[in-house]
């Protein structure tokens, strides 16, 4: 039998998240994962470009 989770679950996994982390860390994890994305596709559009000027 798979194992599915309903909103219920999802609240409860959600509230001792927030209980171990804290709202705080939370917010700057998530600020930090925002920037990695931002800093990986501007490093994806700079190779694309740098492989554009060598064809």
Request: proline share 4%; aromatic share 6%.
């Amino acid at each position: 039998m798979p194992f599915r989770m309903g909103p219920l679950e999802l609240v409860i996994i959600l509230a001792i998240v927030l209980i171990l982390f804290g709202v705080g860390r939370i917010g700057k994890i998530g600020g930090e994962l925002g920037k990695g994305i931002k800093a990986f596709r501007l490093g994806i559009q700079d190779n694309n470009e740098d492989n554009n000027e060598d064809n």
